[in-house]
């Protein structure tokens, strides 16, 4: 079973950036699929970027261009850098990670835009 731990979540002014860390149990090398989703208040949870054990990423429309994911395979964590940021990236920040068929989520991170 794979523990995923986020962190980084905070109160940021609109134009502003913050940088997600996910932290896996394990060694990531062994993990095919790694991503970022959000959920806001009364929205459904929704993909931000994902990232294959390749390397190869994939991002939501909304934030193409201002978020960047990648992986540290030394540390085992997964990034996500978030720039110029607005009111609508507002919302918990969940990591999940998929080993086969298995599907693991972390406990999620606070993002709140604001002026």
């Known amino acids: 079973q794979v523990q995923l731990v986020e962190s980084g979540g905070g109160l940021v002014q609109p134009g502003g950036s913050l940088r997600l860390s996910c932290a896996a149990s394990?060694?990531?090398?062994?993990?095919?699929?790694m991503g970022w989703y959000r959920q806001a208040p009364g929205k459904q949870r929704e993909l931000v970027a994902d990232?294959?054990?390749?390397?190869?990423?994939n991002y939501a429309d909304s934030v193409k261009g201002r978020f960047t994911i990648s992986r540290d395979n030394v540390k085992n964590t997964v990034i996500l850098q978030m720039n110029s940021l607005n009111v609508e990236d507002t919302a918990v920040y969940y990591c999940?990670?998929?080993?086969?068929?298995?599907?693991?989520w972390g406990q999620g991170t606070q993002v709140t835009v604001s002026s």
């Open positions: 999940k990670a998929r080993v086969q068929i298995y599907s693991y």
């Open positions: 394990e060694s990531i090398r062994s993990i095919n699929y």
């Open positions: 990232i294959s054990v390749g390397g190869s990423t």
